[in-house]
């Protein structure tokens, strides 16, 4: 019915496969180099948004997020992507919230998430290394905590939850709100730092 | 610690909506080709475990968490494994390319290196452990639940904002 339906490696069960690697690390360069170009492999600039200093962290972040959902949404409206074909994660509330605040912590003081660390330890920085360090030794303290963190893994499980769904809106209205929510957030830091670099120093 | 590895005025960094679409429509190929979006967080994870599982097999194979990851070989077998080779040497690739690539500890004008890499250590370990608590970190969760619009990837990420902005003033000597 729908000839041009394309597969996925994902929809056809062959992620384990050479060429899902091979894929992988190609896309993995496109990955890194445009975080690198958008000033990513500086933890300065990364943390710069939570002192209101630089936001490309907010215009890179919402651009490829829209970037990406209007493109899917746009392949699927014509048919040529299933959105079976794409991994969705699951839901769980409780630990995505208490996980991000977590990261948020360490965020702002170790200056890196991983893959923008990946790229700074790629540009020479030696607090990006440090940093990875440190995030191999946090991920094993959670595999090895996970008897008493099991439990906690589940709460808010809520399968595959999408905005829509919850907000019980349309998927195209949700669209179009979430595009507004990255546009109004692009007009407020541009707007910050238009009165930063006018306030004297 | 400055090797010169570059010349000696670095490019400027691209318009952050310019690299912000062509990371979008990175994870756009990623979704239809691969059928999933991208990460980082995991590789690191499985790059631990697999130190790990080098000196300790018996104690990661048991592991609740880990042992799933060592039942169809080595857990480096793994394709956000070689996505983040990928990362890592698109990154250099751009950031020679600039003239970026220099070896040093970046940090605030009046912070030390100690402090600096303290906390580095630190803010690595938390952010390595909420990662794992989270299913993935804002390559995963962020910018590829938040494009599939995911209601736990948002939560996520106003979370990760929160805690930011939560603690920047802590650490306000390491950057300002």
Known sequence: ??????????????????????LAGVIGLAFGFWLERAGFSSSRRLTGVFYGRDFAVIQVMFTAIVTALLGLRGLVV??????????????????????????????????????TALVGLASGKGDALVFLGGAALGSLAYAFAWPSLASFSTVG??????????????????????????LFAFVVVEA?????????? | MNAPLAPAT???????????????LTLLVSFV???????????IARGAAEVTHAVAPQAVESNGY???????????????VFMAVGVFIGGLLSARAAGRARFQVER?????????????????????????????????????????MLDGSWAFTMAVFAGGFGAAWFVRKEWN
């Open chain 2, 66 to 80: 880990l042992g799933s990851w060592f039942e169809g070989g080595p857990a480096l077998r793994h394709y956000l």
């Open chain 1, 192 to 201: 910050l730092a238009a009165r930063r670099t006018r306030a004297p120093a």
């Open chain 1, 78 to 115: 014509l048919g040529l992507v299933d959105p079976a074909t794409v991994y969705q994660m699951e839901t769980f509330v409780g630990p995505q919230v208490v996980g991000g605040l977590i990261f948020g912590v360490g965020f702002v003081m170790g200056g890196w998430c991983p893959g």
């Open chain 2, 108 to 148: 605030g004008p009046t912070a030390t290196v100690r402090r600096r890499l303290v906390l580095a250590l630190v803010g690595g370990v938390l952010v390595g452990f909420a990662s794992r608590m989270a299913g993935g970190c804002t390559s995963g969760q962020s910018l590829t639940g938040g494009a599939l």
């Open chain 2, 33 to 43: 080709t691969l059928g999933t979006g991208l990460g980082a967080s995991g590789a």
């Open chain 2, 10 to 24: 670095p490019q400027r960094f691209w318009n952050p909506y310019l690299a912000g679409a062509g990371l979008g």
């Open chain 1, 1 to 22: 019915m729908r000839p041009l339906v394309l597969a996925t490696l994902f929809s056809e069960g062959r992620l384990d496969t050479t060429a899902a690697f091979v």
């Open chain 1, 157 to 182: 499980a809520c399968g595959v939850c999408t905005l829509p769904e919850r907000f019980g809106l349309s998927t195209g209205v949700t669209v179009l709100l979430v595009v507004g929510v990255a």
